[in-house]
């Protein structure tokens, strides 16, 4: 029991399909975060949430749109993808934002494909 | 920009031995330090995290040093199991600020 659920785990799809992750976090924290971890390279910060209001969008695609109905649940929506942005797409909580100053608690994430 | 890299892509390890992995870090206003394990196949876990006012701290066979004068970091694993093969990767931060992590290094354990 992570604390922090996504699913699904594996998805794979088209370039013009559309499809959403999902990320629920059982451990009471009003901070979410959705991070994209490619091969050999570190973690990239996508989107951070306080308490259900986007306060950081890091320059991403806007083929990504996150969701966060309330600060138990996140999800990240998906439409016309390119095959780069095949990789694990990583969900995170903490207690409160300040993203730092306290450990994130991660999900085990979604294996995205991109056909 | 701010930069957090680990010295070593890949360890090796004989069971029972010490392990050591190093990071280094680019911003000297950093003030909040943070090791996680990735297992294959699972997301990220957090093993130990340090402040700037701290040089060094324990936990259950894991100890991790910080040196603020050389900007480093290290995760000590002592008598490493199989189990701790896995890729460790370090964070920093300054506080308000988003973590900033490592590429990881991959410690392999043999027995």
């Known amino acids: 029991e992570t604390g922090v659920t996504q699913t699904p785990r594996h998805l794979v799809m088209g370039m013009t399909n559309k499809k959403s992750l999902k990320c629920e976090q059982h451990?009471?924290?009003?901070?979410m975060y959705w991070y994209k971890q490619s091969a050999k390279k570190p973690l990239e910060l996508m989107f951070v949430y306080s308490l259900e209001e986007r306060v950081e969008n890091n320059s991403v695609p806007s083929r990504f749109s996150p969701e966060c109905p309330n600060s138990s649940h996140l999800f990240l929506h998906l439409h016309t993808l390119q095959p780069e942005d095949s990789a694990l797409y990583l969900c995170a909580s903490s207690q409160f934002l300040g993203v730092g100053n306290q450990p994130q608690h991660f999900g085990d994430g979604t294996r995205l494909s991109i056909l | 920009g701010e930069s957090v890299g680990l010295h070593l892509p890949t360890l090796s390890v004989q069971e029972g031995d010490n392990s050591i992995i190093n990071c280094a870090y680019s911003n000297s206003a950093s003030d909040y330090f943070i090791w996680y394990k990735q297992e294959s196949g699972k997301g990220p876990q957090f093993i130990i995290d340090i402040r700037s006012n701290m040089d060094k701290r324990q936990g259950q066979r894991v100890t991790v040093l910080l040196n603020k004068t050389v900007k480093h970091l290290s995760l000590q694993i002592a008598a490493t199991q199989p189990g701790d093969s896995a890729v460790y990767f370090c964070a920093a931060n300054q506080a308000g600020t988003a973590l900033i992590f490592g590429k990881g290094t991959t410690l392999s354990v043999s027995s």
């Open positions: 451990l009471g924290h009003n901070a």
